[in-house]
């Protein structure tokens, strides 16, 4: 069976959990990293299965969703947690969480740091304490390594420890979540201060970025979706919620960086399988439309069959519009003063890694200082690139 083939049946039996409750169907052993974007209503929970069968949640829904997530976990056989990771104290993010550490045995739970003085929190962090699971607190630099080719990297809280005070948005947790040369940004409800604090610590581009606090306008910058250049931005939103979720601002902010877009209010649960080096979305809707009434259809058997079509199938070795030249090392044109200018870049993205690295810029590649380098000093830019000293 191709790879591409393996993929689909990964994706579908995946799917197929989460549509009928007949455990056998779904594999014991995934030889892909699986990232399901869960359809929480309002609210963010993603569910991740590396290919060592290890078991990551990063949110968990609000706390209305918890038994349900539970119940999936359940129906799929996961018999624990190993991270519990939520992205910070607010109930639409961490509620369910309470639940499936009530049913499920936990490794560890992951922590920006930040409470919050809600009910909903506080009945979470103190079952925490009572059940005795590990706690380890988040700080940037961290790097987790999740077993088979997984590893979360930490971009996002700083250290607080000098007594700054938590900012219920900013200290979002920022994880990007790396298998092979597939990227995952996870942002909670970042904000453009911690996005900041983010690029600064070096936070490289990713191909699927969860959008920051559902799309809210004041979430995810023009400057910090060019930066992390996504092919694929998941915005985790309820149907027709009462914040006007996601704001025509950031879908245009996210179709000017070239991002596709997909929303669990539209499609459900959005499904992703990489193996490395590709990834493949599948949504819920298109599962769905898939199975007929009275049940599910086989496994397909190959390509010429292989379920419902792929929203999003794209490799890693592409170079959409974002990603820095293959082989650009942004380091060679750093400490050397004023010596270079737009048009020694080969493409925006170069000239922007230059500007992440050495955000002082002394080539002054952001003259109008808004954080983006060389937009007004396109050529020769994306289109023919020219030697580099
Ligand atoms: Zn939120």
Redesign the pocket.
């Known amino acids: 069976m191709s790879t591409a083939a393996v993929l689909a049946v990964a994706a579908l039996a995946a799917v197929a959990s989460l549509k009928t409750a007949r455990s056998q169907e779904v594999p014991t052993q995934i030889s892909a990293f699986v990232v399901r974007f869960l359809d929480v209503g309002q ?2 929970g993603a569910w991740l299965t590396t290919p060592g069968g290890s078991t990551v949640l990063i949110d968990c829904g609000p706390f209305s969703y918890g038994p349900k997530l539970v119940g999936l976990l359940k129906e799929a056989g996961v018999e624990q947690v190993d991270v519990l990771a939520p992205s910070h104290a ?1 109930a ?2 961490m509620g369910g969480c309470y639940h499936v550490l009530n049913s499920l045995p936990v490794g560890q739970v992951l922590w920006t740091g930040q409470t919050d003085s809600s009910t909903t929190w506080r009945t979470f962090w103190s079952l925490v304490g009572s059940v005795g699971t590990p706690v380890t607190q988040l700080v940037a630099g961290q790097v987790f390594e999740w077993g088979s080719g997984v590893r979360a990297t930490v971009y996002n809280p700083p250290d607080h420890g000098s007594g700054m005070p938590f900012d219920e948005y900013d200290d979002s947790h920022v994880l990007l979540i790396e298998h092979g040369a597939i990227r995952f940004l996870f942002v ?2 970042l904000h453009p201060r911690g996005e900041a604090r983010a690029l600064a610590a070096g936070l490289p581009s990713a191909q699927v970025l969860k959008v920051a ?2 799309g809210s306008r004041s979430g995810n910058s023009y400057s910090f979706l060019l930066a992390v250049a996504p092919q694929l931005g998941v915005i985790s939103a309820g149907l027709n919620n009462q914040f006007g979720h996601p704001h025509p601002d950031v879908l245009s902010r996210l179709a000017g960086v070239g991002a596709s877009v997909l929303s669990t209010a539209e499609v459900g649960t959005i499904i992703i399988t990489s193996d490395g080096a590709t990834y493949t979305a599948v949504t819920e809707h298109e599962i769905s439309a898939s199975v007929p009434p009275g049940g599910r259809q086989e496994p397909p058997a190959g390509p010429s069959n292989a379920g419902p079509a792929p929203t999003t199938q794209r490799s890693s070795q592409e170079t959409p519009t974002g990603l820095t030249s293959p082989g650009f090392d942004p380091h060679r044109y750093l400490g050397q003063g004023d010596r270079y200018n737009c048009p020694d870049f080969a493409s925006q993205a170069d000239a922007q890694a230059v500007l992440r690295a050495e955000p002082t810029d002394p080539n002054r590649l952001d003259a109008d200082r808004d954080g983006i380098a060389c937009e007004r000093n396109p050529p020769p830019f994306d289109r023919d690139p020219v030697p580099r000293r």
């Open positions: 609210g963010d607010h639409d993010h909670g409800d606090e559902h």
